[in-house]
Each structure stands twice: as structure tokens, then as C-alpha cells.
């Protein structure tokens, strides 16, 4: 049980945490101050400290290097012993486990670290084998340039050793890079130690400017991790150093880690500033769930391909006014984009599709063209429409376009003659339209709440949720041709701040359509569910995302330690359902669903709404 270290905030795997001292330590940090080591029994017995809350206490251990044999390891294994003061636990990443400890220390880091496919297998597996609100550190390892991306793996702790060894050697580190005291003629820094002549700065003061360099550079993580943009400075910084390189797209490639951690939704803007933003969890996430959840419901209406625009969300824009006044709601109008791939109308709020910002140069990379050219066929095969009016311009758009033309079986025609808004082009685009019937805004506002239902919940949780039935006349659910039908629901209030009511006028109050199921929340694009929603899906078919608490009714919050399981698909910032013997509730996720199952510190569920049973 982790008693001494709590995560406050995440950024995917990096973590905001605090080491319960008496003079607390915020987290990622350096752990020289406060870390007391009780000694190596390798070099004789050692007695247990009785320990106290100013230091974190490493407990007597055996360190093994990697490589260590696991007869070996097995052979000298600790026995940790069970201690009511902050503790550290030395352990290596093969057979890193739950010893009651605070935070856990591995030892064979200098084997992994600066190789990058060693590196990601070493922390991977660590994780899976460590409380999840344990500190992890690693000693002997960290510089300047390589402390952002092991915090953005998930440490918590390090230390200056090997910055503090590589100044007694004359080597002047930097955010960016590793210098020969000898060959600077000038300090490029202005911390204490660097605060002198050229010729007086000795191989002692480069030690403490290392020092010095690699708090700045955990100041600026930590600034980052608040933010919740640490992933776009490591997509700059990786690119300093070979390993982290590979360390940082190996953690790309491993899906499932990253993704378990990373939020359903922030506040902070995504930079789309490198080819790596393709393989952000987030941009992959949104393909993903539109290719495999969304389904379009304008069944009467042809698909209108649109190029996306600088303002979000897209409908606010200048070009899309334009669009939208030749379309006229007689077409289904789907934005075409990097990094994101093809945005329906109906999820344009949805994030990140109004959050995020890129390079605009007018060239399309290869990767960027196959990229969306893939999601663009995924969505047509997924979703069948009469024609597609493709109103895009040549460079990129089209080429996308006429790749995917070919590989699926609906007609394609350009209207795009020159520019899309100019007068021409946006006249061809309404000759094109012409005699198509036009949908409603009552059809469009509960297309776009059963759309967002089925992004965030599952395939077919839209008309699960909020009714529905086919052409068949079949119930929901029954098979492709359950969806389009008409929702058994009302909305109220002005787009993008809809608000769901119950078909059922004599469930709510006078005056109103009926019982309030949900809001949707126009900052993220989701919908946000009160109690009498959350009753409704909970006996829907739509997926569920559920808590099982203790017995107790909660009141803002519910505490990790409260929880006694949760559903592994939650994530960060999902709407939920609470239900214990005591209390059914609804809010929203802060843990995910294995972190709030395994913690024993922190908040796991933001509490919107409650009833006693």
C-alpha cells in the first residue's frame, strides 16, 4: 500500500505527483535531498532504520545489473520488510513487483537506458509489475537532455549522479546537448555557478552547473506535465540524441501503454508539428473510433468532402460558411485533415478535432497523404453513401481522394475549380447538390448527440441510448439496418450547448420536454449525463463504463480507495457510472479504469450527480 506518494496529474504516462514528506516534493524530481539510502546488503548485514517523514527511505537491498541470471536473482532475493515510514524498495525491471513500498528504485537502469527498444521493454514491464501510484526512479542515469523523455515514459524520480560525474570529467551538459568544458569560449548559461569568468569556471563548478541544468530542465517538465503538453516538447527534444529517438517512436509502437494512459480529452491545444503527431495516441484514438464506432445517419443525403480550415471549430470559419451556404443541408459534410484524417460534422466538437493546430505549408507529405487517405477508406467502407461530392483543392486533398476513389465502390465528382470559396467552385458545388432534400435541424441535432454517444461508448451506442429505429422497423442494434431511424429523444438549447430530454413529457417538470438525460459540453465535444441518463444506459445495450464502489454515498469525489473494481476500457476523463450498495452515481473518470482498481491514494471518479439507494 502506497501511503508516502500520490499522482495528482497526468500526461499520458508522465505523471504530477507529490512524495508525502514533512516539506513535500513535487514530482518529476530530483531525489538527492530527500533520499536516504539504508545501505547494500551485498556489503555486510544491515539493520532496518527506523526511518522517519523527512527522507525517503531506501531499504536494505541487493541491487543486480542487467543481465543479472534469474537464478541469481531468485538466490540473493530481499526480504523487504513491511515499514510505517516513507520507503523505497531497490528492484530490477524483470522482477519489479508490489513490496508495500512508496517508491521503487530500479537497478539494472544503466543496462537500458540509451538503448531505446531496451529502454521501453525495461519500463514496460516494470509498470506492469509496480503498484500504479508508486514513484518509479532510476539512478545514475538522467541528464539534461534525456530527463523529459523519462519522465514522458513514466519516472517520477532521479538523480544528478551521472550530470554531477560527467562535469568532474569536463563534459558541459545542456537541454540539447553534451559540450567539451574546453572547447566553450563562453558559458551559455546564467545559473549560480555559471555566474563567473570563463577563465575561473573549474571542473567542480561544471559539476554543480550539470546539477544546476538538470533541475531547470525537471522545472520545465514538471511546467509541461501541468499543461499537458509534454508530448509536444519531447517530439522536439527526442530529436537531440540518437537513443531517445528510438526510445521515443518505440513507445509509439507500444499502443496499448500509451493509450491506457493518455487522457480522453485536455484543455491544452495539440501542436501538429512533426511526422510523429500522426502517431500521437489522441490522432490515432479519433481515426480509430470514427472508423470502427461513428456511423453516419444523413442516409438520404451524398457525402461532401471539405477541406478543413485554421479555425475551429470548423463551422466558425469564413470557408465553411461559404460551404454551408452552397451545401444548404443537402449534403453530409465530412472535413478532410492532418493529422486527424476526416471529421463528420457532428463530431467537429468532439476532441481533438477543435483543438489541435498544424503547419500549414500547402505540401502534403507522403505519410501525411497515406495517412488520411486510409481513414478516408476505412470511413467509406464503414459508411454508405449514394455519391461523394469531393470539394477539396488539388494539392493533397485531391491526390487523397483519387487514391481512395479507386479502392472503394461509390462515385466520386470534383467541383473544386480553382480555390473551394471562390465564386465558381462554390457554384459548381451547389449545381451538384441540386434536387437533393435537405435535412432538418431537428435531424442534425439528434444525429450529432447519437454520434457523439457512439464515439464515446461504442458502435451503436447512439441508437442504444437515445432509441432509433431502421427502415426495417427492427430494433436497434439488430444489424446495419437498425440505424437513421428517428431518436425518442428531444434536444433544447442552441448547438453546441444541446441539451438531451427524454420523448416523455409527463417524466419532467412543466414546461419541459421531458426528463434531462444528458448535456453536451461544448469545450470536448461529449456529452455530459445526469442521473436519470445514467439510469437509461445502464439498462441500454450501449457499452457501459462502470465503477463498483464500497458502501458509502459520495459527495464530489470518490477516492481511489474506495473503488473495489473498475472497467478496464476507462480512461481519463470518461463519462462513468457509479454504483455501490449504498449509492448509484455519475461523473467523470480521473484515474483510469486499472489505475483506480489497483491505487490505494488519489482521486479516482469526479462525482457530478448522486442518489442514495
Request: some cysteine; hydrophobic content about 35%; aromatic content about 8%.
Amino acid at each position: 500500500m502506497t501511503d508516502y506518494f500520490e499522482v495528482h496529474e497526468r500526461d499520458g504516462a508522465a505523471r504530477l505527483g507529490a512524495v508525502r514528506l514533512a516539506d513535500p516534493v513535487t514530482t518529476p524530481a530530483l531525489a538527492d535531498p530527500f533520499l536516504d539510502d539504508a545501505g547494500s546488503l551485498w556489503a555486510g548485514d544491515r539493520e532496518v532504520p527506523d526511518g522517519d517523514e523527512s527522507a525517503l527511505t531506501v531499504l536494505p537491498h541487493r541491487s543486480f545489473p542487467a543481465g543479472t541470471r534469474d537464478e541469481v536473482r531468485e538466490s540473493f532475493a530481499v526480504d523487504h520488510p513491511d515499514v510505517d515510514f516513507p520507503s523505497a524498495a531497490v528492484v530490477d525491471s524483470r522482477s519489479a513487483r508490489d513490496l508495500g513500498a512508496d517508491a521503487y528504485l530500479l537497478s539494472d537502469a544503466q543496462g537500458f537506458v540509451g538503448h531505446g527498444e531496451a529502454f521501453r521493454d525495461a519500463i514496460v514491464r516494470a509498470k506492469e509489475g509496480l503498484p500504479p501510484d508508486a514513484a518509479l526512479g532510476l539512478s545514475g542515469v538522467a541528464t539534461p537532455r534525456n530527463v523529459a523523455l523519462l519522465a514522458y515514459a513514466g519516472v517520477d524520480l532521479v538523480d544528478a549522479t551521472l550530470a554531477r560525474t560527467k562535469g568532474t570529467q569536463g563534459m558541459y551538459l545542456t537541454a540539447d546537448a553534451e559540450h567539451f568544458l574546453e572547447d566553450l569560449d563562453e558559458l551559455p548559461c546564467a545559473c549560480p555557478a555559471c555566474a563567473k569568468a570563463r577563465s575561473e569556471f573549474t571542473r567542480a563548478d561544471c559539476a554543480d552547473h550539470n546539477a544546476n541544468a538538470l533541475r531547470a530542465e525537471l522545472r520545465r517538465v514538471r511546467e509541461r506535465i501541468r499543461s499537458g503538453r509534454l508530448r509536444d516538447y519531447v517530439e522536439g527534444q527526442a530529436r537531440h540524441e540518437g537513443w531517445l529517438t528510438a526510445a521515443f517512436r518505440e513507445f509509439d509502437d507500444q499502443w496499448g501503454y500509451l493509450e491506457e494512459r493518455t487522457p480522453l480529452m485536455r484543455d491544452a491545444e495539440l501542436t501538429a508539428a512533426s511526422a510523429e503527431t500522426l502517431d500521437r495516441v489522441e490522432i490515432r484514438r479519433f481515426a480509430d473510433r470514427v472508423t470502427s464506432r461513428y456511423r453516419n445517419r444523413f442516409t438520404d443525403q451524398p457525402l461532401v468532402l471539405v477541406p478543413c480550415s485554421a479555425t475551429k471549430p470548423y463551422s466558425d470559419s469564413q470557408s465553411h460558411r461559404q460551404f454551408h451556404d452552397a451545401i444548404q443541408w443537402r449534403g453530409h459534410t465530412v472535413s478532410m485533415t492532418s493529422p486527424i484524417g476526416v471529421v463528420p460534422q457532428e463530431l467537429e466538437t468532439t476532441y481533438p478535432a477543435q483543438h489541435y493546430d498544424s503547419v500549414v505549408t500547402g505540401d502534403w507529405s507522403e505519410d501525411e497523404i497515406s495517412f488520411v487517405a486510409e481513414v478516408l477508406r476505412r470511413y467509406l467502407d464503414r459508411n454508405d453513401y449514394s455519391r461523394v461530392v469531393a470539394h477539396v483543392p488539388e494539392d493533397g486533398y485531391r491526390e487523397i481522394c483519387e487514391r481512395v476513389e479507386g479502392a472503394v465502390d461509390v462515385e466520386f465528382e470534383y467541383t473544386c475549380v480553382d480555390h473551394p470559396t471562390a465564386d465558381e467552385s462554390l457554384g459548381e458545388l451547389n449545381a451538384a447538390l441540386e434536387g437533393e432534400p435537405a435535412y432538418s435541424k431537428r435531424e442534425r441535432e439528434h444525429n450529432t448527440v447519437r454520434a457523439i454517444a457512439d464515439y464515446l461508448l461504442g458502435d451503436g451506442a447512439g441508437d442504444d441510448l437515445f432509441g432509433g429505429l431502421g427502415a426495417s422497423g427492427g430494433e436497434a442494434g439488430d444489424g446495419d439496418e437498425a440505424y437513421g431511424g428517428e431518436a425518442d429523444v428531444r434536444t433544447t438549447g442552441r448547438y453546441p450547448k444541446l441539451q438531451v430530454w427524454g420523448d416523455d413529457a409527463d417524466a419532467g417538470r412543466e414546461g419541459e420536454p421531458g426528463e434531462q438525460l444528458a448535456t453536451m459540453v461544448p469545450q470536448y465535444g461529449t456529452l455530459s449525463f445526469t442521473l436519470a441518463g445514467a439510469h437509461r444506459w445502464v439498462a441500454s445495450d450501449a457499452p457501459t463504463k462502470r465503477i463498483e464502489i464500497d458502501a458509502f454515498v459520495p459527495h464530489g469525489s470518490v477516492l481511489a480507495p474506495g473503488v473495489v473494481d473498475a472497467d478496464d476500457g476507462i480512461r481519463v476523463g470518461d463519462e462513468v457510472v457509479v454504483e455501490g450498495p449504498k449509492a448509484f452515481a455519475v461523473g467523470r473518470a480521473a484515474m483510469s479504469g486499472p489505475e483506480m482498481a489497483g491505487a490505494t491514494r488519489g482521486v479516482a471518479v469526479e462525482v457530478r450527480h448522486a442518489d442514495e439507494k
